[in-house]
T-cell receptor, first 116, second 111 residues
Framework: KAGVTQTPRYLIKTRGQQVTLSCSPI?????VSWYQQTPGQGLQFLFE???????NKGNFPGRFSGRQFSNSRSEMNVSTLELGDSALYLC???????????????FGAGTRLSVL | GNSVTQMEGPVTLSEEAFLTINCTYT??????LFWYVQYPGEGLQLLLK???ADDKGSNKGFEATYRKETTSFHLEKGSVQVSDSAVYFC??????????WGAGTKLIIKP
C-alpha cells in the first residue's frame, strides 16, 4: 500500500505570492490533516478535512486554506506569502480521524516551502 | 489547555547506552499518547502509542508507559544504535482527535 504522498517536495516563492501544496492520502483513508513545522514554533496543527468538509481548524490566519476532493486528496493554499511562512508543511492521513484503533495518523515526507 | 513538554536536546549518547527521553503532558481526561520519530529529510513515523493508563507501547526496542499519576509518557530503550539518531516527538490526541506536540528532542548516537 502506498504511503502518504506530498508534492512538491520543495518550493521557493517570494513574498506576496501564493502557493498550493498537494497531499494524496493512503488509499482508503478519508481524513487528512495538515501541520506546519518550524524551528521556532515546532509542529502546529493547521486544519483537518474529512469527506470534503473541514472538520477542525487550528489557530492560523485566513491566508491559510485548504480543501479536499471526493477521492480524499487534499490541497493546501497559502495566499500573500510572508517570510514567516517558510516551513515544512506536513500532511497526515488516517482512516476516519476519530477515536479508537483508527486514530493513528500517517505522515508524508512534507513540502519544504522557502519564502524569499 | 492541552500541552506536551519534552526534555530539551540534543541528547548525546554512545552506542549501546540506555536512553530515556522525558515527556509530560497536561490535558483534561485521558488522551491517547504517542511517540513519533523524524529522521533527517523525512516526515514523521509513528514509533509507539498508548491509549489508556498503565498501557505500555513498544516498538523496535523502544518502550513507553502511560503514567496517569505523574502525567508522563517517558520513552526508553535499553541499548541504542547509531541508526536511532533522529528527532523524537511526544504527542497527545485532543478531544478533536488532533495531535498536540512536544517541541521534539534531538538524539545523537556516537559509535
Amino acid at each position: 500500500k502506498a504511503g502518504v504522498t506530498q508534492t512538491p517536495r520543495y518550493l521557493i516563492k517570494t513574498r506576496g505570492q501564493q502557493v498550493t501544496l498537494s497531499c494524496s492520502p493512503i488509499s482508503g483513508h478519508r481524513s487528512v490533516s495538515w501541520y506546519q513545522q518550524t524551528p521556532g514554533q515546532g509542529l502546529q496543527f493547521l486544519f483537518e478535512y474529512f469527506s470534503e468538509t473541514q472538520r477542525n481548524k487550528g489557530n492560523f490566519p485566513g491566508r491559510f486554506s485548504g480543501r479536499q476532493f471526493s477521492n480524499s486528496r487534499s490541497e493546501m493554499n497559502v495566499s500573500t506569502l510572508e517570510l514567516g511562512d517558510s516551513a515544512l508543511y506536513l500532511c497526515a492521513s488516517s482512516p476516519t480521524g476519530t477515536g479508537g484503533t483508527k486514530n493513528i495518523q500517517y505522515f508524508g515526507a512534507g513540502t519544504r516551502l522557502s519564502v524569499l | 489547555g492541552n500541552s506536551v513538554t519534552q526534555m530539551e536536546g540534543p541528547v548525546t549518547l554512545s552506542e549501546e547506552a540506555f536512553l530515556t527521553i522525558n515527556c509530560t503532558y497536561t490535558a483534561t481526561g485521558y488522551p491517547s499518547l504517542f511517540w513519533y520519530v523524524q529522521y533527517p529529510g523525512e516526515g514523521l513515523q509513528l514509533l509507539l502509542k498508548a491509549t489508556k493508563a498503565d498501557d505500555k507501547g513498544s516498538n523496535k526496542g523502544f518502550e513507553a508507559t502511560y503514567r496517569k499519576e505523574t502525567t508522563s509518557f517517558h520513552l526508553e530503550k535499553g541499548s541504542v544504535q547509531v541508526s536511532d539518531s533522529a528527532v523524537y516527538f511526544c504527542a497527545l490526541m485532543d478531544s478533536n482527535y488532533q495531535l498536540i506536540w512536544g517541541a521534539g528532542t534531538k538524539l545523537i548516537i556516537k559509535p
